[in-house]
């Protein structure tokens, strides 16, 4: 074989390698700027210093022309622009190498100057662009290194054999930027270092070396964005400053806590609060950039900001907050001090009209729940709460803002992050969990469970208590009974609660004996109703049946 003759790498190679290398700075740089702190990055601060060197007409003109997007089209075409100086400096580093770094060295520049001369500008803030220029800079070199075959193999047979079709596309490529850039083919790249030794153009590798450049770029990105979005938020919440309530919680009775070892306490710490929903990632949501909008069956659609919602009288309340897919006897459940708007307010400030019976409510992140509206209104607390145990919302738990509707199941009314509430019908619109196998409507069924003993423990024969908890809520709990080996039924001692909405704590005494017990529970609500000894599993509208536990007496 002949290997005499010198193939250059093509010009969309290079424009492509160029390319990726921007965009591994620039994901790079996002990922660091999220590790450094708090920091800008550099293509906003690039767009920031650009609108302040932009003569006054020319930016009001932009902000007649994009309005509240002028940010996204700012930075947008930073972004632009960037990508066409990475695509020409990649074109120009085929050749020589040195030259690419030069140019992303320049890019380095202006990056820090325009981080540098921000007004909030820190030491710090120039290292994402460094460690980004570096980073691209590298891997501009290491693409290029990678389009020429000859560079890491010796072995020519495999070299002559790419070497075919790399020509072609050479030739091809060449054809196409012949008019920007004459490209005598006898040229040789500053890459090829081996000697006299003919190099040819390795497409396979080189693409996918730009496969992985493109995942280095986007998982950076988008990595970063996560986290800084993260770090941002964390920030916010720190900073939020709770109003105090114009209605406060009635105080909780002394008598609401047992103060029983395993038993669960009258409130729940946030640290201890179950968790239940679909997001894979916690949506991070800025209360600076969060509105609220109420539209659908109303005369007036209105759009609360947070500030907008943290100025209005805002009423704390302690609501137990239940699951629907919790078992008998199972976990999620969990008492709270929310602090928030009433919903009620809200939609009546904008004008609710006849006919709707629904309020379809989204999250951030797309969830919804569909939420009786006669309940909302009927007085309770249902809020569009801000706050919950004395802190601003967890972000798990909603924050900025949530819902809590006493006496409905979360998947119909406890909408965390929400951004919108659409006035509507059920018989026009539908929640998430609705075509998902669960009753449009979810009003919690009075549930009783038994919290210490610990199912399948044991304990010494003696004087023993049983303990636990039991709700049923806005209805309020009247009794709980307790039976062990299906003997007599027997009254618990009921703690004292605030209010109806809220657990009730319950305990009784027990000779216990030796051997094996059963342990049963049921609850009766202020209206009169005893739990259904019927067992009826979580789907479609709640579980039913007695908790029952078994214990080890020695
Ligand atoms: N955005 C969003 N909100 C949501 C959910 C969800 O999946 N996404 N799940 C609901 C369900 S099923 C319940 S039981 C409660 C749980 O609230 P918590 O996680 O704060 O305990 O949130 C409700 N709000
Ligand atoms: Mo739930």
């Not at 700075?25 to 690039?46: E, K, M, N, S």
């Not at 030794?197 to 990105?221: M, S």
Request: a neutral charge; proline letters at 6%.
């Amino acid at each position: 074989m002949v290997v005499q003759r010198k193939t250059t790498v093509p010009a969309w190679a290079g424009a492509l390698a160029g390319l990726v290398s921007g965009g591994v700075a620039l994901g790079v740089a996002q990922l660091v700027a999220a590790l450094v702190g708090p920091t800008t990055f550099p293509v906003v601060a690039v767009g920031d210093a650009t609108v302040d060197l932009t003569p006054a007409p020319v930016k009001d003109f932009a902000i007649r022309a994009f309005g509240e997007n002028d940010k996204a089209v700012l930075v947008g075409g930073v972004l632009v622009v960037l990508a066409a100086v990475a695509a020409v400096i990649g074109l120009v580093a085929r050749r020589r190498v040195w030259i690419g770094y030069l140019g992303f060295a320049l890019f380095g520049v202006v990056g820090v100057l325009a981080v540098v001369t921000r007004p909030d500008a820190g030491a710090f803030d120039v290292v994402p662009t460094v460690v980004g220029v570096a980073a691209g800079a590298w891997a501009l070199g290491w693409l290029l290194r990678r389009a020429v075959a000859g560079e890491t193999t010796g072995v020519s047979g495999e070299t002559t054999g790419v070497s075919g079709e790399a020509t072609g596309v050479s030739g091809e490529a060449t054809g196409v930027s012949g008019g920007a850039e004459p490209e005598p083919e006898v040229e040789r790249p500053a890459v090829m270092r081996a000697g006299g030794e003919a190099l040819t153009f390795d497409r396979r590798r080189l693409l996918t070396g730009v496969a992985g450049g493109v995942v280095v770029a986007g998982a950076g990105a988008v990595l970063g964005q996560q986290l800084g979005s993260r770090r941002t938020v964390d920030a916010a919440r720190g900073g939020v400053t709770l109003p105090s309530p114009a209605v406060a919680a009635k105080p909780i009775p002394a008598g609401a806590d047992l103060r029983i070892g395993g038993l669960s306490p009258f409130i729940t710490p946030n640290k201890d609060f179950y968790r239940v929903d679909t997001a894979l990632v916690v949506p991070q949501v800025d209360p600076a950039d969060w509105t609220l909008r109420i539209h659908g069956l109303v005369d007036r659609p209105v759009e609360l900001t947070f500030a907008d919602l943290l100025k209005l009288p805002l009423t704390e309340a302690d609501v137990t907050l239940t699951c629907v897919s919790n078992e008998v006897g199972g976990p999620y459940a969990g008492n709270a001090r929310w602090l928030g708007a009433r919903m009620a307010d809200v939609l009546r400030s904008a004008g609710l009209r006849s006919g709707a019976d629904m309020l379809l409510s989204t999250s951030a992140d797309g969830f919804t729940c569909g939420t009786p509206l006669d309940v909302v209104m009927d007085g309770r607390d249902a809020l569009f709460a801000v706050a919950m145990n004395g802190e601003a919302l967890p972000v798990d738990h909603g924050f900025p803002v949530r819902q809590v509707v006493p006496g409905l199941y979360g998947y119909v009314s406890a909408t965390k992050w929400v951004v919108d509430v659409k006035v509507t019908r059920f018989d026009q619109d539908e929640a998430y969990w609705t075509p998902r196998g669960w009753s449009a409507k979810g009003p919690i069924k009075t549930q009783s469970r038994i919290d210490v003993p610990k199912p399948g423990g044991s304990l010494k024969a003696g004087s023993a208590t049983i303990a636990g908890v039991a709700w049923a809520q806005h209805t309020g709990l009247d009794a709980v009974e307790v039976r062990v080996d299906r003997g007599q039924w027997r009254q618990a001692k009921l703690a004292e609660v605030p209010g109806p909405d809220t657990w009730r704590q319950w305990s009784i005494d027990w000779a216990a004996t030796p051997g094996e017990h059963t342990i049963e529970v049921r609850a009766t609500d202020a209206a009169g109703r005893t739990q259904t000894e019927q067992p009826a599993p979580p789907a479609p509208d709640g579980a039913t049946g007695w908790h029952s536990i078994t214990v080890q007496v020695a």
